[in-house]
């Protein structure tokens, strides 16, 4: 079955630094989709951005990139330039045929 | 606009006391599912529907109902509400045949007591 990791339960950054949020993956499948979603306080899911697996470029949206290792099965979030808005619980997430395969999610703080 | 709407927002209950939350959505999505949230969990699976008629069982379906009489509509049922199903419940729609991301409603912060 597959399985996704994030090992960090809470991080912070400086506003305007960079910071990095980590994900691991487990799954026997070649073709699949990775997710980060951002829920602030108002507690939406948002999508942040998405990878597809097949795809050897990262995906970048503006402020926010991610460092898609295939064969180590690792999905991490990079956030430039850090604002506060940023602020928020992010979850890493796998989607095969049947459903969306959430991490645990890691709360990210900003501070100014 | 598109979007998955989910009702009510917030909702307190006693144990026992049959409930149901409510998820429509208004982009003819075939796949519609339902998750909860707890702290340190993150999103598991309740049940998901691949279309009218069709639904199956998510990771944790233990205490809940679903039904999917009509396309849009994917209410979620509890029959005999107890405390440990006190949670954030999220609704999600998505095509068929597609690994994109979801659709989400905006949440159901249910409180049983």
């Known amino acids: 079955a597959q399985t996704v990791t994030q090992s960090q339960p809470e991080m912070s950054v400086q506003e305007a630094e960079t910071v990095t949020l980590s994900c691991t993956y487990d799954t026997s499948e070649s073709d699949y989709y990775l997710f980060w979603y951002k829920q602030p306080p108002s507690r939406q899911m948002i999508l942040v951005i998405r990878q597809e697996a097949y795809k050897q470029q990262n995906a970048t949206e503006n402020r926010f990139s991610v460092n898609f290792q295939k064969a180590a099965k690792s999905f991490s979030l990079k956030i430039s330039d850090s604002q506060l808005g940023d602020a928020a619980m992010y979850f890493c997430?796998?989607?095969?045929?049947?459903?969306?395969?959430f991490g645990t999610g890691t709360r990210l703080q900003v501070f100014p | 606009e598109a979007q998955v709407t989910q009702n009510p927002r917030y909702l307190i209950t006693v144990t026992g006391k049959k409930l149901t939350v409510t998820c429509s959505q208004n982009m003819n999505h075939e796949y519609m599912s339902w998750y909860r949230q707890d702290p340190g969990l993150g999103l598991r699976q309740i049940y998901y529907?691949?279309?009218?008629?069709?639904?199956d069982k998510g990771d944790v379906p233990e205490g809940y109902k679903v039904s999917r009489k009509e396309k849009r509509n994917f209410p979620l049922i509890l029959e005999s509400p107890s405390p440990n199903q006190t949670s954030l419940y999220f609704c999600?729609?998505?095509?068929?045949?597609?690994?994109?991301?979801?659709?989400f409603g905006s949440g159901t912060r249910l409180t049983v007591v």
């Open positions: 529907s691949m279309n009218v008629e069709v639904t």
């Open positions: 999600a729609s998505s095509p068929l045949g597609t690994r994109d991301g979801y659709t």
């Open positions: 997430a796998y989607r095969n045929t049947d459903k969306l395969i």
